[in-house]
């Protein structure tokens, strides 16, 4: 009878597709597939070049982190489109539901935020919601591919962690919260070049800055893994801002 009630509950959570609560020390939900792929739908939608005639979304938080998501639809780099970075949308929505961080993410395909030196409308918005919430820590949230042997590439800049500003315990804090996760710091992207958001939150606006690439094993409507890395980012949020 056990095991028909627990097979009943888990049927009725996947009909309606809510995430479940396991912890209230830290988040730790299962986000069925479907509640993902909702929340991927906007920038799936239209062969992931964007379905918004606005060049960003951005949701205010009530903690002084902003993610930033610049890769959630397709960019044109150097006139030729480069691919999404795809479930980067879904995750830094449930991210702000999760931890309730500000975030801002493209909605439409217009250049590279990543790859530019322009004071573009995304970074202008960026610049804004840094000044008038006195943002203390940008995470700009990317996706590498499944074939790196790592899980999350930590981005600082450099070896010398030029992008943290002098702030380098913000990294021991990130990686002490990665417990059961294959992490790397700066051996794939560092975030340091002189065109990236990093560079542009740290240097320009004076703000410690993280670039993290999540492998794209992560990175689907696949429950169980969507829903281990988004704890696990969650947990490192939380115990940034604590």
Known sequence: MKIKKIISLLTTINIYNLPIKKSQSYASNIYSEKYIRDQEEPFRSNSYFGSSDKDYEYKSGNIPILISAPHTVKQLRKNEYKKADIYTGALVKILHQSTGAHIIYKTSTNGDENYTIDETKYRKKVKEIVKKNNIKVVIDLHG?????????????????????????????????????????????????????????????????????EINRKYRSSDSTNFSFIANKLTKMINELVN
Do not use: E, H
């Not at 417990?179 to 606006?205: A, D, I």
């Open 144 to 212: 590498m591919a499944s074939d790196k042997d790592s899980d999350i590439d930590i981005g600082t800049g450099n070896a010398s962690n030029t992008n943290l500003l002098g702030q380098s315990y913000i990294l021991s804090l990130v990686v002490g919260s990665l417990n059961n996760v294959n992490y790397t710091v700066n051996k794939f992207f560092t975030g340091g070049g002189p065109k990236t958001m990093s560079t542009y939150c740290s240097k320009k606006l004076g703000v410690p800055t993280l670039q993290l």
